[in-house]
């Protein structure tokens, strides 16, 4: 019953700043770890980072530097921010419930259906 839908702008221009947001429906975000994953064309999953029910945020060391995640717990949505894009942060975009009691970030239960974004002048 959880549903997940990913919304934002499908193009921006390089050296500018991604910004998604992720509406959670079907339950609290409070109660769950919530994950953003992107996948580059041709390439694998790339795990992204996390919030926790706390608020507090993990990030993969590759994009740590550049990456925000945020929540706003009225609205049961959070949010990614990825500055100084190129293209090659051209990807699927997905946001996904990290499983409870999993022990690990990168097993996820449920996932947003997706969205294309692409880093173009």
């Known amino acids: 019953q959880v549903q997940l839908q990913e919304s934002g702008p499908g193009l921006v221009k390089p050296s500018q700043t991604l910004s998604l947001t992720c509406t959670v429906s079907?339950?609290?975000?409070?109660?769950?770890?919530w994950s953003w994953i992107r996948q580059p064309p041709g390439k694998g999953l790339e795990w992204m980072g996390v919030i926790e029910y706390d608020g507090s945020t993990y990030y993969s060391p590759s994009l740590k530097s550049r990456t925000s995640i945020s929540r706003d717990t009225s609205k049961n949505q959070f949010s990614l921010q990825l500055s100084s894009v190129t293209p090659e942060d051209t990807a699927v975009y997905y946001c996904?419930?990290?499983?409870?009691?999993?022990?690990?970030?990168?097993?996820?239960?449920?996932w947003g259906q997706g969205t294309q974004v692409t880093v173009s002048s």
């Open positions: 996904a419930r990290v499983r409870p009691e999993s022990g690990s970030y990168d097993r996820l239960d449920y």
């Open positions: 079907g339950g609290s975000m409070i109660d769950y770890t």
